[in-house]
């Protein structure tokens, strides 16, 4: 499949197969690639990717009871249980050579690198490019992919968080990957009436 026709494939998947799961060695690549791969300015990547393997099943369950804080009948974020989870969250970033010449010969301010500022970077942009960088890579192996945001943000949140203390900084997204549990059935598309707006509500050309 070429490109297009990857990401068309893409499903939220609900259920992974806890059996047949990937191979650690192949995501390990997967994730080696993306990093490799996907772009940052200025290459200081202000995030870090929390990997949860197959053995972090108490990891998970944590994950998936903090989902369903709003709503605790929700049972739509098991893909918390997949074989990985990744779980994005803000990162203080260390300057490169090039950085450091503009700061210390031209003044410039790069708050991801300062420690008093760097908590500013909220927005998770450039985990979204990651996230999507390795949903390609994935779905080129195969290998299914879920996003999730139904957690305890910050600030306000962090309290929650406690249980997995390797979480010591904003998360912003978490992202799963595995096979989906039946494959003769059709990859979750999203709730009767979750349509997208049509492509002249997003899209302005000017």
């Known amino acids: 499949m070429n490109i297009e026709q990857l ?10 197969d806890d059996i047949n799961i990937p191979d650690k060695l192949l995501i390990r690549n997967l994730l080696n690639t993306t990093h490799r791969l996907v772009p940052s300015k200025q290459n200081l990547l202000p995030y870090k990717v929390h990997v949860l393997g197959p053995e972090c099943k ?8 903090l989902s ?12 918390s249980l997949a074989p990985y989870v990744l779980i994005f969250t803000n990162r203080l970033a260390k ?37 999507s960088t390795l949903t390609a890579l994935c779905l080129e192996k195969e290998i299914d992919v879920s996003f ?31 096979y989906r549990k039946n494959k003769q059935q059709p990859r979750h598309q999203g709730l009767v009436g979750e349509d997208k707006p049509e492509v002249n509500e997003v899209i302005n050309w000017i």
């Open 7 to 16: 990401l068309d494939s893409r499903r939220q998947v609900r259920v992974f």
């Open 95 to 131: 300057t490169n050579p090039a950085v450091q010449r503009r700061i210390d010969k031209q003044g410039h301010d790069y708050f991801m690198c300062d420690p008093k500022e760097y908590k500013k970077n909220v927005d998770g942009i450039e985990v979204g490019m990651f996230a």
């Open 148 to 178: 999730m945001k139904c957690f305890p943000h910050w600030p306000g949140g962090q309290h929650y968080w406690k249980e997995l203390p390797f979480v010591d900084e904003t998360p912003f997204l978490t992202m799963s990957l595995g």
């Open 58 to 65: 108490k990891e998970k369950l944590i994950l998936y009871n």
């Open 68 to 79: 369903k804080l709003n709503d605790t009948k929700d049972v739509h974020n098991t893909c």
